[in-house]
């Protein structure tokens, strides 16, 4: 799964059987995926093994599908071992003695074709995962699936699908957070947050990024607070991001040059998605302080 990509969606699936292993391209064959896997992955009688129950959750969002008869690795470790929560990385080390590279981990997995490297990479991990829970299981032959209540709890788990924040949330939000100042916020800061949060949003669409990669939550506040007027203020306001540079400055400056000259703010102008309502303001309609 890739975490910087706006809608936390599973890029690759690795699959290790006894005989062979398989890396689906879990974008390209989105909407065959459920079709597929789930008679399997719903199978209670079918033995699946994952490490971090956490897994399960988001192959639930991602595809509605709820997986049931699994073990969980990183739990099994814990109950024989006594280690919480270890890595996959160091787990390989203990029970099989290998090294696994973890620098891939943070490699655009949404590269499609992907370069045969991850292939590799990806068709080891899994494999390494199987040999690791034979070796658990000779450990203790008496586990059995009840005996993990962590991976009990997550298997029946309920999650909603994806839905994006809204901007009057957002606000909201960022008035709850900040008592001491409520005072001090006035029409305009409502309307400058909520241009900044919706023009972000746009960009993580646009660009399969999550929102908080372009601009972070920190530095959205901090621009808010010091109201930049130049790209010397920005800059000291905003921290790069990796994937845009500061090639959309321009844009939030924007945002703040034609508020600070008086002009409305139109925020139906501003590209978004049909995960984000928008709000048109009014300064008039709107008293300050009054978020």
């Known amino acids: 799964m890739n975490s910087d990509s706006y809608h936390h969606l599973i890029c690759i699936i690795q699959i290790s059987t006894t005989t062979a292993d398989y890396v689906i391209d879990a974008l390209q064959l989105y909407i065959k995926i459920r079709q597929y896997l789930a008679p399997s992955f719903e199978n209670p009688d079918k033995l699946k093994v994952f490490h971090s129950s956490n897994d ?7 595809f509605g599908i709820f997986v049931t008869g699994y073990i969980d690795t990183q739990e099994a470790f814990e109950l024989l071992r006594g280690t919480k929560q270890i890595g996959f990385d160091k787990m390989a080390k203990e029970l099989l003695g290998r090294d696994v590279e973890k620098l891939p981990q943070l490699a655009d997995w949404r590269l ?3 370069p045969d490297d991850l292939i590799v990479y990806a068709a080891a991990d899994t494999r390494f995962l199987f040999e690791c829970w034979l070796k658990l299981k000779y450990e203790a032959v008496s586990i059995e699936r009840e ?3 962590a991976s009990k709890k997550a298997s029946l788990k309920v999650i909603s699908p994806f839905k994006a924040q809204t901007a009057e ?7 709850n957070a900040n008592p001491n100042c409520n005072e001090l916020l006035t029409a305009k800061h409502k309307t400058q947050f909520m241009a900044l949060f919706i023009w972000r949003d746009a960009k993580g669409k646009e660009h399969d990024i999550h929102p908080n990669k372009i601009i972070k939550p920190k530095d959205l506040e901090n621009l808010i607070s010091h109201n930049p007027t130049n790209m010397i203020n920005l800059r000291q306001r905003l921290t790069p991001c990796k994937y845009l540079g500061c090639s959309y400055y321009p844009q939030i400056l924007d945002i703040f040059t034609d508020s600070n000259e008086g002009l409305q703010l139109d925020l139906d102008a501003i590209p978004h998605g049909n995960n984000t309502p928008i709000l048109k303001l009014n300064y008039d309609s709107m ?3 009054n978020p």
């Open 56 to 62: 399960l959750l988001h192959i639930q969002r991602n």
């Open 112 to 114: 499609s074709p992907l």
């Open 287 to 289: 008293s300050p302080g």
């Open 169 to 175: 949330r957002a606000w909201q939000n960022y008035v």
């Open 147 to 149: 005996e993990f209540p």
